[in-house]
T-cell receptor, first 113, second 114 residues
Framework: GQNIDQPTEMTATEGAIVQINCTYQ??????LFWYQQHAGEAPTFLSY????GLEEKGRFSSFLSRSKGYSYLLLKELQMKDSASYLC??????????????FGKGTSLLVTP | DSGVTQTPKHLITATGQRVTLRCSPR?????VYWYQQSLDQGLQFLIQ???????AKGNILERFSAQQFPDLHSELNLSSLELGDSALYFC?????????????FGPGTRLTVT
């Protein structure tokens, strides 16, 4: 089964750095994704990690430790438009039938002036 | 705009009824995924199709079914609707169904069951 945990809410100040953590337990791990979702809108892809280490993409970075079942999303130089829900998603291999992408419940980030 | 289209945007129906949600993937994408998002459960994976065939199944109820047609569009059928089925239903597509293969989400269909 899947168990994906991330904080429910976080608040940070414009211009600051924030780290959103995600822990997971799964079998057949095949990659970890981070998505951003503004209220009432579709999720949009931010990052993907399948090997241990840090992936950097502009103001966003994502880290993965497979042995610890742990990932984080780092957002730098926060902007007001970064206020959104951030979803951690784990892709797992389903025997004989492909892959499933299972999402955590999301972390609602509020960026304040 | 992700390139994934979903119709209708909103749907209001009564308990016990049946509805069909439609999804057209991005041009060239072979894989289609369906998700349900409710306030208390978050985004739940329902089912995946790849090039017309079912590839993976998540927490999809027996009252729900889906298919992917030769032109690669997909439909999600929800029957014997219950109040608890009220949710936002997203379709996503990807090119291969594995590897990095990021999923692109459509705008969703908001289903309200009364």
């Amino acid at each position: 089964g899947q168990n994906i945990d991330q904080p429910t809410e976080m608040t940070a100040t414009e211009g600051a750095i924030v780290q959103i953590n995600c822990t997971y337990q799964t079998s057949g791990f095949n990659g970890l994704f981070w998505y951003q979702q503004h209220a009432g809108e579709a999720p949009t892809f931010l990052s993907y990690n399948v090997l241990d280490g840090l992936e950097e993409k502009g103001r966003f970075s994502s880290f993965l430790s497979r042995s610890k079942g742990y990932s984080y999303l780092l957002l730098k130089e926060l902007q007001m438009k970064d206020s959104a829900s951030y979803l951690c998603a784990v892709r797992s291999f389903l025997s004989n039938s492909g892959y499933a992408l299972n999402f955590g419940k999301g972390t609602s980030l509020l960026v304040t002036p | 705009d992700s390139g994934v289209t979903q119709t209708p945007k909103h749907l209001i129906t009564a308990t016990g009824q049946r509805v069909t949600l439609r999804c057209s993937p991005r041009s060239g994408d072979l894989s289609v995924y369906w998700y349900q998002q409710s306030l208390d459960q978050g985004l739940q994976f329902l089912i995946q199709y790849y090039n017309g065939e079912e590839r993976a199944k998540g927490n999809i109820l027996e009252r729900f079914s889906a298919q992917q047609f030769p032109d690669l569009h997909s439909e999600l059928n929800l029957s014997s609707l219950e109040l608890g089925d009220s949710a936002l239903y997203f379709c996503a597509s990807s090119s291969r169904g594995q590897g990095v293969d990021e999923q692109y989400f459509g705008p969703g269909t908001r289903l309200t069951v009364t």
